[in-house]
Nanobody, 120 residues
Framework: QVQLVESGGGLVQPGDSLRLSCAAS????????MAWFRQAPGKEREFVAG?????YYADSVKGRFTISRDNAKNTVALQMNSLKPEDTAVYYC????????????????WGQGTQVTVSS
């Protein structure tokens, strides 16, 4: 069992930066691939970024977002730069045993989500 708790969301202006964090419980964190998904109002939940042995990004955030993890602290972070209004969504931390999840159906564990709003 893995419990995930996100933090760091908020209201920012276009062009600003924001850093999301996800704290995971459990002693087997290093055996999980981690990812961030997001869901905007009226849209399906979508993959944003993931990290296993390497990192993966959705085309819409490539070059602006950076995912990282610290296995010693059981945390994963998403650094978001040059934010755009279309980045507005609830962001979810996600975990899957060993393999990287790139669709919601592949995720084993979800966090509760944190709201990110980009607006002037």
């Amino acid at each position: 069992q893995v419990q995930l708790v996100e933090s760091g969301g908020g209201l920012v202006q276009p062009g600003d930066s924001l850093r999301l964090s996800c704290a995971a419980s459990g002693r087997t964190f290093s055996s999980y691939s981690m990812a961030w998904f997001r869901q905007a109002p009226g849209k399906e939940r979508e993959f944003v970024a993931g990290i296993s042995g390497t990192t993966y990004y959705a085309d819409s955030v490539k070059g602006r977002f950076t995912i990282s993890r610290d296995n010693a602290k059981n945390t994963v972070a998403l650094q978001m730069n040059s934010l755009k209004p279309e980045d507005t969504a609830v962001y979810y931390c996600a975990a899957r045993k060993w393999l990287l999840p790139t669709t919601p159906s592949e995720v084993n564990y979800w966090g509760q989500g944190t709201q990110v709003t980009v607006s002037s």
